[in-house]
């Protein structure tokens, strides 16, 4: 059963924009927190950016705050993630996961499979 959906990952150009999408099929009240993430290989699970629902706070790994943006749709339950500037360093797994309290990735309960970023320079 598909809780979280991402969307949106692909082959880039360096300094090129690419947007990731992240639907929720999750009841609000356990998903007040979304974040997004990032793993590539051979490399340790990253944090880049969280929002809550409930408030609108945002927050961001110092890496990214820059160059990606957070957001979300409430009504839609969708939450996105604007990323601009593109380095092949950025080329990852993306993931987005949300939960009902911080956007520590062990209080986040649910996970998306995940899309992939490929950037070539």
């Known amino acids: 059963q598909v809780q979280l959906e991402e969307s949106g990952g692909g082959l880039v150009q360096a300094g090129d924009s690419l947007t990731l999408s992240c639907h929720s099929y999750l009841h609000t009240l356990g998903s007040d927190v979304m974040g997004w993430f990032r793993q590539a290989p051979g490399k340790a699970r990253e944090f880049l950016a969280a929002?809550?629902?409930?408030?609108?706070?945002?927050w961001y790994a110092e890496s990214v705050k820059d160059r990606f943006t957070i957001s979300r749709e409430i009504h839609k339950n969708t939450g996105r993630l604007q990323m601009n500037k593109l380095k092949p360093e950025d080329a990852a797994v993306y993931y987005c996961?949300?939960?009902?309290?911080?956007?520590?990735?062990?209080?986040?309960?649910?996970w998306g499979q995940g899309t992939q970023v490929t950037v070539s320079s």
């Open positions: 929002v809550r629902r409930s408030s609108g706070d945002t």
């Open positions: 996961a949300v939960g009902p309290g911080g956007y520590s990735e062990y209080k986040l309960d649910h």
